[in-house]
């Protein structure tokens, strides 16, 4: 089965940064684009970045633009979100995703991990 | 962007009834790439259909989508129990991937 499982979501004061990471099993993880979304309270989801299977390619939102930046180790089967200059519009729960090709946009998302909550407040 | 909404916000039903959700697009979705996800509360989404029509795997066959251009639909031919719930369009077809507001199926 493939499994996502995110980690580091924290309370964060404005103006801070986080790391987020996301383990992945269950698939040959060098294969495949993944991807961040979020979920606001009581809101529907927003794709956030997403990244090419080789990690040669990255996307972003504009809402994040210039503040996060997404990686992956293809080694360690990880993916990551480093979260810099966070605003309280950053609070939501934070997804990985797998999508069903390589390319790390523009497409579909399967499974999605179970999230990690990220508070922005003072 | 591609701005999706979604009607009704909300569908009040019974079991074994017909339910149809619709999702309506600011723009030509391209190719079709639309895709749509179930959730449940405390639960990440699920995908649901994919390409507008397409199952994806281990989704009962009373899901169906359809549709292209500006108007989709997500059709649950008889609704069962745990189909209530929110759910969601998204497409893919033009950057960034957009979702809708969702849906709430209620009984």
């Known amino acids: 089965d493939v499994q996502l499982l995110e980690s580091g979501g924290a309370l964060v004061q404005p103006g801070g940064s986080l790391r987020l990471s996301c383990a992945a099993s269950?698939?040959?993880?060098?294969?495949?684009?993944m991807n961040w979304l979020r979920q606001a309270p009581g809101k529907g989801p927003e794709w956030v970045s997403g990244i090419g299977a080789t990690g040669s390619t990255t996307y972003y939102a504009d809402s994040v633009k210039g503040r996060f930046t997404i990686s992956r180790d293809n080694s360690r089967e990880t993916l990551y979100l480093q979260m810099t200059s966070l605003r309280a519009d950053d609070t939501a729960l934070y997804y990985c995703?797998?999508?069903?090709?390589?390319?790390?946009?523009?497409?579909?998302?399967?499974?999605w991990g179970q999230g990690t909550l990220v508070t922005v407040s003072s | 962007e591609i701005v999706l909404t979604q009607s009704p916000a909300t569908l009040s039903l019974s079991p074994g009834e017909r339910a149809t959700l619709s999702c309506g697009s600011s723009q030509s979705v391209p190719y079709t790439y639309l895709a749509w996800y179930q959730q449940k509360p405390g639960l990440s989404p699920r995908l649901l259909i994919y390409?507008?029509?397409y199952r994806a795997t281990g989704i009962p066959d009373r899901f169906s989508g359809s549709g292209s251009g500006t108007d989709f639909t997500l059709t649950i031919s008889r609704l069962e129990p745990e189909d209530f719930a929110v759910y969601y369009c998204?497409?893919?077809?033009?950057?960034?991937?957009?979702f809708g507001q969702g849906t709430k199926l209620e009984i």
């Open positions: 998204q497409q893919y077809g033009s950057s960034p991937s957009t």
């Open positions: 995703a797998k999508a069903p090709v390589s390319r790390g946009a523009l497409a579909w998302f399967d499974p």
């Open positions: 390409d507008a029509s």
């Open positions: 269950g698939f040959v993880f060098p294969d495949y684009g």
